[in-house]
T-cell receptor, first 113, second 110 residues
Framework: DAEITQSPRHKITETGRQVTLACHQT?????MFWYRQDLGHGLRLIHYSYGVQDTNKGEVSDGYSVSRSNTEDLPLTLESAASSQTSVYFC????????????FGNGTRLTVT | QKEVEQNSGPLSVPEGAIASLNCTYS??????FFWYRQYSGKSPELIMF????GDKEDGRFTAQLNKASQYVSLLIRDSQPSDSATYLCAVTGNTDKLIFGTGTRLQVFP
């Protein structure tokens, strides 16, 4: 069965360190998304990609970057981790149709100390 | 005004009752509407989607869409304790990105 795999599931890091969260999907979807989820804010879009070499900023992109070198992977990098980036991060994908639902990974819980 | 608004709850209903969850959205150009369920510590999972005005039924779930009033609702019939979760409303606006509400927590008590 197709799936989205995120790693690691849990990560603790220190302020100022660079951190990369992995996302790998076997749906063969062109569209991939990164969200963060915080109490009171719901799911907020960080970055998204519509295909290889395409990346776009979402509503909360400051301090984050992504790259898309193949269809399957969209790693999320925190350039210099801050305590405000402590959150649960979800990767999602869908096919190219605007009315297609998102398929989510299991999430990564990141703590920045 | 938030783009997608939901009452955070908790909404408490007895087992066997109908749970009614509501969502309003601000973008009149929105085209696609989704309901996701999220158990504590888990990822969101799709329950239903609706594109046209009116009702759409799937088992115990009914989604209702009223574009003129800009609201979408989810009815859960014969609510079970296993339905206790947070329900997220998501809307595709005039871009094709999905915008989520903050979710409504549902508690079904025996």
């Amino acid at each position: 069965d197709a799936e989205i795999t995120q790693s690691p599931r849990h990560k603790i890091t220190e302020t100022g360190r660079q951190v990369t969260l992995a996302c790998h999907q076997t749906w063969n979807h062109n569209n991939m998304f990164w969200y963060r989820q915080d109490l009171g804010h719901g799911l907020r879009l960080i970055h998204y990609s519509y295909g290889v070499q395409d990346t776009n900023k979402g509503e909360v992109s400051d301090g984050y970057s992504v790259s898309r070198s193949n269809t399957e992977d969209l790693p999320l990098t925190l350039e210099s981790a801050a305590s405000s980036q402590t959150s649960v991060y979800f990767c999602a994908s869908r096919d190219g149709s605007y009315n297609s639902p998102l398929h989510f990974g299991n999430g990564t819980r990141l703590t920045v100390t | 005004q938030k783009e997608v608004e939901q009452n955070s709850g908790p909404l408490s209903v007895p087992e066997g009752a109908i749970a009614s969850l509501n969502c309003t959205y601000s973008d009149r150009g929105s085209q696609s509407f989704f309901w996701y369920r999220q158990y504590s510590g888990k990822s969101p999972e799709l329950i239903m989607f609706i594109y046209s005005n009116g009702d759409k039924e799937d088992g115990r779930f009914t989604a209702q869409l009223n574009k003129a009033s800009q609201y979408v609702s989810l009815l859960i019939r014969d609510s079970q304790p296993s339905d206790s979760a947070t329900y997220l409303c998501a809307v595709t606006g005039n871009t094709d990105k999905l915008i989520f509400g903050t979710g409504t927590r549902l508690q079904v008590f025996p």
